[in-house]
């Protein structure tokens, strides 16, 4: 038999199972060995390295037209893939909110894989697993049967579909026909909200300027009084106030707006309430953080992430609605070729694809669940306190360092912070300092700008993260920031 055959089939064959499955079962074991390992000795390794130009320089090949050995296209991605990714497996990954991922997802996912599953509708179990974990978020967040939820990219496709809702509820299912038509409707969020708030306008066609920033406070949750001011004077300019979104868990530093004033808001002012928790939202695991979110039950929807502080492998982004009604309205698209019935593979709607605009989906929810029923809300919740106990560690380190200064409270996970420059730009030279610990591979902290300082954020997502590893970030600060003070 030739290298060819044994690898995964021969040049003319009309299907591409392999001819050798022993082969390829002998190829598939050592993969899967070499990712446990890759997961298990991650310590062992830099959190990030640089790409060097002549593995850069591999991927700018021209389409290949002939076949490659199996083992030698895996030799390529042990040789010049696997070194070279984001890091966020490993635990010194401090940078904006990546979760770390399990083994356990892992294989879930190659289990979806093999699978090879549509989940964009009919009637087979993907579906009914999705609507399982549909069922654990109504239960988490207070949620009534009557709520809808999909998996989807991630929080910022999950924060447009949301407006997306508000939007048809705001002015009928009419809208999906004749379009906005001018209406001028606006929107409300704080100013340190993510940036996809902003672009869900955007792309729904208000356009950037609809979507207004309000003012925060010293804790960076959004000023009340000042939101309702805003909505008065709209009103008062002819605007159709139709949408507030808060966030639980800010990008910059973690804070959670009042989503139980924010709710009161938009009873009184019939406005549809949206929280943006794109990793915040699952502190309700944790009895500890769970208080903290009131609220958030009577949101109007939600957006979140299982792959930030749920550890759920890369991607599982989910949103819910409260009126699942309203969420099948805004994207319900009839077509023969999507016919339901009432029995066989095209029965069980209403399907996913009614709830979002993805007809091709795949088997998200598997991994999901894999990790929820695996591990256990309890564990999950203890988890992310533990992060937060990392962070609390991390920022009374900082406070104990004579060259180092906080720049803003620590609500949650996340830590600002940055090297005090005896002289000379301090910005500058803290964006050395953290190209300079990315390239040392000691640690993966990002920078933000907090009151007009850069900052260094420290963003403990990353379940194998603990004190030490925050202790060894801190270090590499200090001794860097003193070697370039010295230059």
Known sequence: MSGMER??????????????????????????????DYIADVRERPVWQPIPDAVRA???????????????????FTDNIAPYATGN?????????????TAVGMLAEMLAAGLNANCGGRNHIGIEVERQIVRWVRELFGFPQSASGLFVTGSSMANLMALLVARTAALGP?????????????????AAAHGCVVQAADLAGLGGGALRRIAFDSAHRIDIAALRRRIAEDRAAGFQPFLVTGSAGTV??????????????????????????AYGSLGMLSDEIAPRLAGLSEADSVALDFHKWGQVNYDAGFLIVRDGEAHRQTFAAPAAYLRRET?????????????????????????????????????????????????RHLEARVRREPKLEMLAPVALNIVCFRYRAASGDADALNAEIVADIHESGIAAPSSTT????????AAITNHRTAFED??????????????REQR
């Open 450 to 457: 907090i009151d007009g300082k850069l900052a260094i954020r």
């Open 343 to 391: 029995r066989g593979l095209a029965a069980d709607s209403p399907w996913p694809c009614d709830f979002g605009p993805d007809l091709s989906r795949g088997f998200r929810a598997l991994k999901t669940w894999f990790t929820l029923k695996t591990f256990g809300a309890d564990r999950l919740g203890a988890m992310i306190a533990r992060t937060c106990a990392v962070a």
């Open 89 to 101: 497996v490993h635990p010194g990954f401090m940078g904006w909110v990546h979760g770390g991922g």
């Open 252 to 277: 910059d530093v973690g804070a959670i707006d009042d989503l139980a004033a924010l709710a009161a808001v938009c009873r009184e002012e019939q406005l549809w309430f949206h929280v943006d928790g």
């Open 58 to 76: 591999g991927f700018s090949e021209q389409l290949p037209r002939n076949e490659t050995p199996l083992g030698e296209v895996y030799r390529t």
């Open 174 to 190: 009419q809208v999906r026909e004749g379009g906005i038509k001018g209406e001028p409707l606006t929107a409300y969020a704080s």
């Open 7 to 36: 690898a995964g089939g021969h040049s003319g064959a009309a299907s591409l199972d392999p001819d050798d499955w022993d082969a390829l079962r002998a190829d598939a074991h050592r993969m899967l060995d070499d990712m446990i």
């Open 470 to 483: 925050v202790d060894r970030m801190v270090d590499a600060v200090l001794r860097f920031g003193e070697a």
